[in-house]
């Protein structure tokens, strides 16, 4: 034990460094809670659905319920089931086993509904593109609003394509 105490000494910490502490992430969720309520007049619900991921997505989605992201805290709000659901959030080049239930899912989903596919896989297939096991992009099998591309992407970006999303409703398809 002592032997492992020391090399742990003597290698020091190899973590990566905190970020900054920056009031501009609190400024920006200030500003993007004003505007979902002014857009929506409530919360926004989000049902999340893995068509086929590696789960790099999921984990920087799951990010976003940390407090450092605090979601929630702008009025957005996960849900189990599509029929409670504003809008869906796609990850992964959608499988073929899984094509089915994605359509069961938007088709479950009250409308107006809003899609945005998350990460490279879902924008454009990523690495795995189309075969006999993948459908590939998202668009592929449901009508998709807003593409956030990424391997994975980052949480920021992630919450910019929801309120994208949330904007091009409020205005309309261009």
Same mark, same amino acid.
């Given at each position: 034990?002592w032997?492992?105490? +020391?090399?742990? $000494?003597?290698n /020091?910490?190899?973590s990566e460094a905190?970020?900054?502490?920056s009031d501009?992430?609190?400024?920006?969720?200030?500003?993007m809670?004003?505007e979902l309520?002014?857009?929506? /007049?409530?919360?926004?619900?989000? *049902?999340q659905v893995d $068509?086929?991921s590696?789960?790099? #997505?999921e984990?920087?989605i799951n $990010?976003?319920?940390?407090?450092?992201y605090?979601?929630?805290?702008?009025?957005i +709000?996960?849900v189990a089931?599509?029929?409670?659901?504003d809008m869906?959030l796609?990850?992964?080049?959608v499988? *073929?086993n899984?094509?089915?239930?994605?359509?069961r899912?938007y088709?479950a989903?009250?409308?107006? +509904?809003?899609?945005?596919?998350?990460?490279?896989?879902g924008?454009?297939?990523?690495?795995? /593109?189309?075969?006999?096991a993948s459908?590939g992009?998202?668009?592929?099998v449901i009508?998709v609003?807003?593409?956030?591309p /990424? #391997?994975p992407p980052?949480p920021?970006?992630i919450?910019?394509?929801?309120?994208?999303?949330?904007?091009? #409703?409020?205005?309309?398809?261009?």
């Amino acid at each position: 034990m002592w032997r492992i105490l +020391k090399q742990i $000494a003597g290698n /020091g910490i190899r973590s990566e460094a905190p970020p900054e502490n920056s009031d501009s992430l609190r400024v920006e969720g200030e500003h993007m809670q004003r505007e979902l309520l002014a857009i929506l /007049g409530q919360a926004l619900t989000i *049902r999340q659905v893995d $068509a086929g991921s590696c789960n790099g #997505c999921e984990l920087e989605i799951n $990010a976003l319920n940390n407090p450092y992201y605090n979601i929630e805290g702008l009025g957005i +709000k996960f849900v189990a089931s599509p029929r409670h659901a504003d809008m869906l959030l796609v990850t992964g080049p959608v499988s *073929r086993n899984m094509e089915l239930a994605l359509r069961r899912t938007y088709d479950a989903t009250p409308g107006p +509904k809003l899609v945005v596919a998350v990460g490279d896989c879902g924008c454009n297939g990523g690495i795995f /593109g189309e075969s006999y096991a993948s459908c590939g992009r998202v668009a592929n099998v449901i009508p998709v609003d807003i593409a956030v591309p /990424g #391997c994975p992407p980052p949480p920021l970006e992630i919450l910019r394509g929801i309120l994208t999303a949330v904007r091009r #409703c409020r205005v309309g398809p261009e």
